[in-house]
């Protein structure tokens, strides 16, 4: 049985249980958010070394292992799920520990194998709307992702039920991966600071330290896609 080989520096996200933590995750996909959840907009400082902090309002789960500050989110997990969305603490954490982003179990990791639909390469299953860079590309790649794996029961359900995944979506295995930094909103160093722009902050930069971040994002070595795992639900 093939076995993942996964590059990580960190120590495991463990978020704290609450009511934006793991526990409160909803059936049907584990990193949307519920219409009853939200972003909580705290106001952000700067401390003595230029990174961004809640200040007094700051708590440790807003941070992560590298000690990255966390988007704090509130509310319940309750409602109807927004698809398009991801709650920054169960992202994080369904990233961090390769787990499904639809059930929070063991992501599908397939040995290679051809099936009456075609060749499943090996490795884990990863599951993306297909956009521009992934339009037309020259395969293996490498592929930078803030979507977590994900099992072939959410797979099935998720490219019916997600409008982004009904526009388009290409299935990939990886062998191995990478945590590489975060989606988050970089701020200015100004005092007070201000923020400067939304984009991908390696873990290396300097600038993570000005960063609250959304997602985590891994880095997917060569990956290759899977025409037949999803066949019948394409
Ligand atoms: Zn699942």
């Known amino acids: 049985m093939f076995l993942p080989s996964v590059i990580n520096h960190r ?3 463990s978020p704290a249980a609450g009511p934006t933590g ?10 949307a958010p519920g219409c009853d959840e939200h972003p909580v907009e705290l106001p952000v400082h700067l401390d003595r070394n230029l990174a961004v902090t809640y200040g007094p309002h700051e708590m440790p789960e807003d ?19 927004d698809w398009g969305a991801h709650q920054t603490h169960r992202q994080v954490y369904a990233m961090d520990q390769l787990r499904c982003c639809g059930c929070a179990e063991d992501p599908d ?26 339009t037309n590309a020259v395969w293996p790649k490498d592929v930078e992702t803030a979507n977590p794996p994900i099992c072939l ?20 295995r990886v062998r191995t991966s990478e945590i590489i930094g975060y989606y988050g909103t970089v701020y200015t ?14 873990l290396t930069e300097p600038a993570i330290d000005r ?20 066949a019948l639900s394409a």
């Open 11 to 13: 120590q495991p996200f």
């Open 211 to 230: 960063t609250v971040a959304r997602q985590l994002v891994r880095r997917l070595h060569q990956a290759q896609p899977d025409p037949s795992s999803l």
């Open 153 to 172: 029961r959410c797979a099935h359900r998720a490219v019916r039920a997600c409008d982004a995944l009904q526009r388009g979506f290409i299935a990939l």
């Open 63 to 81: 941070r992560d292992p590298d000690n990255v500050l966390l988007q704090r989110w509130g509310g319940t997990c309750t409602g109807d799920l």
């Open 109 to 134: 990791i397939q040995d290679p194998h051809v099936t009456a639909t075609g060749f499943t390469p090996p490795g884990m299953l990863w599951l993306l709307p297909v956009g521009p860079d992934l």
């Open 189 to 202: 160093s100004t005092d007070p600071p201000q923020a400067l722009e939304a984009r991908v902050v390696k």
């Open 22 to 31: 793991v526990s409160s995750r909803k059936p049907g996909l584990f990193i």
